[in-house]
C-alpha cells in the first residue's frame, strides 16, 4: 500500500485543457472581401475609372487573398469549421483572380491572338479573338466557382440572416458576370449592361460584408449585441461554427 502510494505521490499531474484564446477570424477575412467587393463593384459599375483595374491588385492579392487566407486557418484551429470554409475558400478565390489579371489573361489573350493571326486573321481580328478567349475562360472559372458559392449559400442557411444575405449576393453577382462573359461579342466586349448591374449588386454585397464586420468587432468589443445579425438557428453550438 505504502509503494502504491508512493507511486501516486510521484505521477505527473494531469494538464489542464485551456479554452482557445483566438477570437473572431471572421470579422478579420470578410474584412478583406469586403474590401475587394467594393473596390471591384465600383470598377465593374463603372463608377470609378481604375485605368485597366490592375491597380487593385495589390488589394485583393495581399488583402483579399493572403489575410482571408490566414484568417481561415486559424478559424479551423478554434472549430469554426464553416468560417474556415468559406474563408480559405474566398482567399483562393482572390489569390486566383489576382494571378488571371496578373499573368493568365494575358496569356491567353497572347495565344489566341497568336493562332488567329497563324490562321490568316488581320491584327484586328486577332487582338478580337484574344479578347474573345478571355472572356470565355473568365465565364468558365466563374462557373466553377457557382458550384462553390452555392454550397456556401446552403449552408449558409443555418448561421444568420446577414451571412445568407451576403451568399445570397455574391450568388446572383457571380451568375450576371458568368453572363456577362459568356455573352460577350466576337470583339470579346462582355454585355455591358449586365457587367454593371453585377458590378451594383457587388457593391450591395460589400455593404452587407462590411456590416457584418462591423458587427462581429463592436459586439464583441461591448461584449453585447449592438448589431444584430439575426441568427437563423436557435442551437449554440451550431451559431458558434460560423464565428
Same mark, same amino acid.
Given at each position: ?99 488571371? &489579371? ?21 491584327? &484586328? ?14 465565364? !468558365? ?19 444568420? %440572416? ?24 466576337? %470583339?470579346?466586349?462582355?454585355? &455591358?449592361?449586365? !457587367? ?48
Amino acid at each position: 500500500m505504502a509503494e502504491v502510494a508512493l507511486h501516486d505521490a510521484q505521477s505527473p499531474p494531469v494538464p489542464t485543457v485551456t479554452a482557445s484564446h483566438i477570437g473572431h477570424a471572421t470579422a478579420v477575412g470578410a474584412a478583406g472581401f469586403a474590401w475587394c467587393s467594393l473596390i471591384l463593384g465600383l470598377h465593374t459599375a463603372g463608377v470609378i475609372d481604375a485605368a485597366d483595374g490592375t491597380i487593385v491588385l495589390a488589394g485583393t492579392f495581399f488583402y483579399g487573398g493572403i489575410v482571408q487566407l490566414v484568417a481561415g486557418f486559424f478559424a479551423l484551429a478554434s472549430g469554426a469549421t464553416f468560417a474556415a470554409s468559406f474563408l480559405t475558400a474566398y482567399g483562393a478565390f482572390w489569390l486566383g483572380y489576382t494571378v488571371i &489579371e496578373f499573368w493568365a489573361a494575358p496569356h491567353i489573350a497572347g495565344a489566341a491572338a497568336a493562332a488567329a493571326k497563324a490562321g490568316g486573321a488581320s491584327a &484586328e481580328a486577332s487582338a478580337a479573338a484574344g479578347g474573345h478567349a478571355v472572356m470565355q475562360s473568365l465565364g !468558365l472559372f466563374l462557373i466553377a466557382w457557382l458550384v462553390v458559392t452555392l454550397v456556401f449559400a446552403v449552408a449558409s442557411l443555418g448561421t444568420n %440572416a446577414v451571412i445568407v444575405s451576403a451568399f445570397s449576393l455574391l450568388t446572383l453577382t457571380i451568375v450576371l458576370l458568368v453572363i456577362a462573359y459568356l455573352g460577350a461579342s466576337s %470583339a470579346g466586349v462582355p454585355s &455591358e449592361g449586365v !457587367l454593371h448591374t453585377a458590378g451594383y449588386v457587388e457593391i450591395v454585397l460589400a455593404a452587407v460584408a462590411f456590416y457584418l464586420v462591423m458587427a462581429e468587432l463592436t459586439n464583441d468589443i461591448r461584449g453585447r449585441t449592438v448589431f444584430p445579425l439575426f441568427a437563423l438557428s436557435r442551437d449554440p453550438q451550431a451559431v458558434a461554427q460560423t464565428a
